[in-house]
């Protein structure tokens, strides 16, 4: 006859270790599961979300208990929203017995945008992520987003004869908030500090606009940054920012780039 399994089998990372060395962050990195996230129009968006979950390790313990990592995200296959996401957060430090806890969300995020003229819709996507962080009980989150845009160089523009060269670039805002914030709010206020917003899709009286509104709104790489942070100063429901512009040059094989943070509570 067959012997029946036990089920009290050693926890190894439970023992005690000696080296007297506490681990800032341990955890699972790079875990991909599908979400599901809601847009400002009621909607919800089914994504993949690609995830990073630590916890703090006090240094009397040898390990963390991976497997707790995956259990939680299973647990939670609902819409994702500011609140849940806090609470996911709570729920794995409580069930990892940890005094830290710190929660990476990234994915991609699609607005429906009409073209300008002809009013052709397409998607556009954006990177999108949400960083959590819990240390005392209190949870805080902060939102990241990567907006393409289009940039032209004033220099350019002003010593040319005709025309001026003009480059994607990415805009990226991070921000902790004071009152609720949708992803939508953080884009519209980038793309209307741009030379131009993207399009997924143009007819040729489109390309034409977008191509002739560049020209009319020459930006540097400061133009952007300043103009933007100069909105976020005005939004009371932002209190700490980091805006970041990188362009990607389309006459050097480099980047430009400028960035300008502030926390708006030392002001």
């Not at 313990?61 to 996911?88: A, Q, W």
């Amino acid at each position: 006859m067959n012997q029946p399994v036990s089920l009290s089998m050693p926890d190894v990372q439970s023992i005690a270790d000696t080296r007297h060395l506490a681990i800032d962050k341990v955890g699972i990195k790079d875990i991909k599961y599908p979400v599901r996230v809601k847009d400002r129009s009621g909607r919800e968006q089914n994504t993949i979300a690609n995830f990073n979950m630590y916890v703090n390790l006090p240094h009397n313990f040898k390990g963390t208990h991976m497997s707790r990592f995956v259990e939680i995200l299973n647990e939670h296959e609902y819409e994702i929203t500011v609140e849940s996401f806090k609470h996911m957060l709570v729920e794995m430090t409580e069930r990892l017995e940890a005094e830290a806890g710190h929660i990476e969300m990234t994915f991609t995020y699609f607005i429906r945008k009409a073209a300008p003229i002809s009013e052709v819709k397409s998607l556009l996507d954006y990177e999108v992520t949400f960083i959590g962080e819990i240390t005392s009980e209190t949870p805080t989150i902060t939102l990241k987003v990567v907006v393409p845009v289009t940039s032209l160089c004033p220099c350019s523009k002003e010593i040319s004869d005709y025309g001026a060269h003009n480059q994607r670039s990415h805009v990226t805002v991070t921000a902790k908030t004071n009152g609720f914030l949708w992803i939508e709010d953080v884009i519209d206020l980038v793309e209307k500090q741009a030379s131009c917003e993207l399009y997924g899709l143009l007819k040729r009286p489109d390309e034409k606009h977008v191509t002739e509104h560049a020209y009319n709104t020459p930006k540097f790489v400061e133009d952007m940054v300043r103009d933007i942070a100069a909105q976020l100063n005005k939004d009371n429901r932002v209190a700490t920012y980091v805006v970041e512009s990188e362009n990607f040059e389309s006459i050097h094989n480099h980047s430009a780039y400028a960035m300008i943070q502030k926390d708006k509570s030392s002001c």
